[in-house]
């Protein structure tokens, strides 16, 4: 198994930046494919990002394109989501999660979670 640690959430104004972290435990993050997923209040689940094994590969949910990157660092067993450009509507809980499969689009492809870590972007 393998746990995870998400950081680096907090409170911007709309158009800042931040930079989230998902760190992992257990076992080492080579194993995984890895994604982004975010949940506003009285919404369900949805995808944001994901990124294969050896990054070689990276898919986003079209309402982040262009604004968002995600990136891993295996030797550090860490996950990244770059975010620019924030605006309101990105106002979620944010989960890193991983998946023994090299990527996935839905959560259920996925079967360890983090706690999550609240991203608020003020207008």
């Known amino acids: 198994q393998v746990q995870l640690v998400e950081s680096g959430g907090g409170l911007v104004q709309a158009g800042g930046s931040l930079r989230l972290s998902c760190v992992a435990s257990?076992?080492?993050?080579?194993?995984?494919?890895m994604g982004w997923f975010r949940q506003a209040p009285g919404k369900e689940r949805e995808f944001v990002a994901t990124?294969?094994?050896?990054?070689?590969?990276?898919y986003y949910a079209d309402s982040v394109k262009g604004r968002f990157t995600i990136a891993r660092d295996n030797t550090k067993n860490t996950v990244y989501l770059q975010m620019n450009s924030l605006k309101p509507e990105d106002t979620a809980v944010y989960y890193c999660?991983?998946?023994?499969?090299?990527?996935?689009?839905?959560?259920?492809?996925?079967?360890?979670w983090g706690q999550g870590t609240q991203v608020t972007v003020s207008s």
């Open positions: 999660a991983a998946g023994t499969a090299a990527w996935g689009l839905s959560r259920y492809q996925y079967n360890y």
């Open positions: 257990g076992r080492t993050l080579n194993s995984y494919g």
């Open positions: 990124i294969n094994r050896s990054s070689s590969s990276t």
